[in-house]
């Protein structure tokens, strides 16, 4: 039972230095318009992470928490967790996250552009391989689609705040058939 608390804390931490990490680099880049070509990082730096924290704590950055949904070990349902996400940037914090903690052989994302239409209560999340990977977004396992696409409509659509209704995927521009 110790063991999984120490755990779930585990997870957590790295979940919100994830987080500031992600935010430090939206904040670099700030001055490009908000469906702009965002990085994925697969590997952390942790003295970045560190450094990241060190930064948000001492700006005092406003928290806010988020549920995000992520596919159980045996692929058959999602299991919440709180995060603690920077509130300004939640939604592409959230997004950024969740994609880049998808490490699956062979398959490396290198950015996406997200597209929010409040009127229609929809975003479209444009995903952008990278030019090495071995593995396309159609040779995905339905597991793996279920582990990325899955999470992003779960914890998009289930957060009250953001009121969206519809999460859509392309590629380059084109949509995905899934």
């Known amino acids: 039972m110790e063991t999984r608390f120490q755990y779930s804390m585990l997870q957590q931490c790295c979940g919100l230095l994830t ?21 994925i990082t697969n590997g952390l730096d942790l003295d970045a992470v560190i450094a990241a924290l060190d930064r948000a704590l001492e700006t005092g950055v406003d928290l806010t928490t988020v549920t995000v949904y992520r596919l159980d070990d045996q692929c058959q349902g999602y299991i919440d967790e709180a995060v603690r996400v920077p509130k300004e940037q939640a939604l592409q914090t959230v997004i950024g996250q969740i994609l880049s903690q998808q490490t699956f052989l062979g398959f490396d994302l290198s950015g996406y552009r997200v597209d929010y239409d409040p009127t229609a209560a929809t975003i479209t999340i444009d995903l952008r391989l990278a030019p090495d990977s071995f593995r396309r977004l159609v040779s995905l396992s339905s597991c793996e689609q279920q582990a990325i696409f899955g999470s992003l409509r779960q914890t998009l659509t289930r957060h009250p705040d953001w009121k969206i209704d519809t999460v859509q995927f392309t590629d380059r521009g084109q949509p995905l058939m899934l």
């Open 19 to 39: 987080s500031l990490l992600l935010l430090g680099l939206v904040a670099c880049q700030s001055a490009q318009p908000p469906s702009s070509l965002r990085p």
